[in-house]
């Protein structure tokens, strides 16, 4: 499954967000990177905790990483809750959410493991979930998932030692997302 989106189109983008071109996920993520168009989606209980997946040992960036609930690329044209919506069951089994857009985190970030670059204008959802969701995570895409208090994980990202345990973006997403939550009702 991986491999078949690798040949996938992305939107490519100027640093305000316009599409400027496409081109395929491979491309797009081969150095020094394309800025494109992606999303990542946080779903948040009323606890306060996040969603977290690991990513599969088969990811081509950032493998076995922790990250967000569930991250992926709109085609050219695609709104990016659609996008989402579709990822969310593909990747984690939950169908059916109202997703809301809470900004836009842009980053380059360069995997050493695989060469490969995240250069990305990022739409972030959210959503808020019960706690016992029914999960069906595809082993092909997600090795574990766990909730974890969004204040905590934003401490432990902050400490120079686990920054090899998570995705180089989850940082910025949860910085565009947390601060917005109440203002959509999450918190």
Request: glycine share 8%.
């Amino acid at each position: 499954m991986t491999g078949t989106r690798e040949l996938e189109l992305v939107e490519l983008v100027s640093a305000d967000g316009v599409g400027c071109g496409t081109a395929t996920v491979v491309a797009a993520h081969t150095a020094p990177g394309q800025l494109h168009r992606a999303f990542s989606v946080l779903l948040f209980d009323g606890a306060g905790r996040t969603l977290l997946q690991r990513r599969a040992a088969v990811k081509t960036r950032f493998a076995h990483r922790w990250a967000n609930t569930c991250c992926g690329h709109p085609a050219p044209d695609e709104p990016a809750a659609v996008a989402a919506s579709r990822r969310l069951a593909e990747e984690i089994g939950v169908r059916g959410l109202e997703l809301a857009e809470v900004g836009v985190y842009t980053y380059r970030a360069g995997d050493p493991a695989t060469g490969r670059v995240e250069h990305e204008y990022d739409h972030v959802l959210v959503a808020r979930v019960a706690t016992d969701i029914a999960l069906a995570p595809d082993p092909a895409e997600v090795a574990g998932t766990r909730w974890t208090p969004a204040d905590e994980l934003i401490a432990e990202l902050a400490r120079p030692e686990s920054q090899q345990e998570y995705a180089p973006w989850l940082s910025g997403v949860l910085q565009v997302a947390v601060p917005r939550l109440s203002d959509i009702g999450l918190n």
